[in-house]
């Protein structure tokens, strides 16, 4: 069953934690992406990688950080730094098409 | 600065009636446009596209008009049905599919 996983769906965290979240895609895309999604803002990019070993800041990158060490992963870690980190996190994939959205990860900071 | 506009929150129409969702943008650079659709908890998923070389694209009960000198496109669902109750968001880019621009989402509400 080819798609992309993002774990886990709920996450809790106290504030001043780092704290990383999981995607892992088996459709062998290239390209990898992070957006955040708060209410009345829709979708906004935070990071996006389109080789591996290679990734660039998105239009909020700012308070986050990520690697793509695999074709498969792209993971993201939400630091500290991060005023606002409580939102519905996004993952996608493309490979020379529309891109193809995880099922996100909601993160709630308290 | 939202480059890509959806004015409007939300929408309620009667099933079997047609459903008209509207985006705007700013940015005269953009020559592929996309509609996701989107379910609570749930990743959007992808719905219909349109390449600023053509003015409509159809797909079944949806239809995507482009207006370049409006800088303005709008989705059609014909006929409306209980399940296209969802969050519709309006995306844009310049020349691929690959790192977007999104609108804010309109909900679309299809009653009985």
């Known amino acids: 069953d080819g798609g992309i996983t993002q774990s886990p769906k709920y996450l809790f965290r106290k504030e001043g934690q780092n704290v990383t979240l999981s995607c892992e895609q088996n459709l062998n895309h290239d390209a990898m992406y992070w957006y955040r999604q708060d209410p009345g803002q829709g979708l906004r990019l935070i990071y996006y990688s389109q080789i591996v070993n290679d990734f660039q800041k998105g239009d909020i990158a700012e308070g986050y950080s990520v690697s793509r060490e695999k074709k498969e992963s792209f993971p993201l870690t939400v630091t500290s730094a991060q005023k606002n980190p409580t939102a519905f996190y996004l993952c996608?994939?493309?490979?020379?098409?529309?891109?193809?959205f995880g099922n996100g990860t909601r993160l709630t900071v308290t | 600065d939202q480059q890509v506009k959806q004015n409007s929150p939300s929408l309620s129409v009667q099933e079997g009636r047609i459903s008209i969702l509207n985006c705007d943008y700013t940015n005269s650079m953009f020559d592929y446009f996309l509609w996701y659709k989107k379910y609570p908890a749930e990743g959007p998923t992808f719905l219909i596209s349109?390449?600023?070389?053509?003015d409509k694209n159809e797909d079944g009960r949806f239809t995507v008009f482009l207006n370049k000198s409006a800088k303005h496109l709008s989705l059609h669902i014909v006929p409306s049905q209980p399940g296209d109750s969802a969050v519709y968001f309006c995306?844009?880019?310049?020349?691929?599919?690959?790192?977007?621009?999104f609108g804010t989402g309109t909900r679309l509400q299809v009653t009985l």
């Open positions: 349109i390449s600023s070389i053509k």
């Open positions: 996608a994939t493309s490979q020379n098409s529309p891109l193809h």
């Open positions: 995306a844009a880019n310049t020349g691929t599919a690959s790192k977007l621009t």
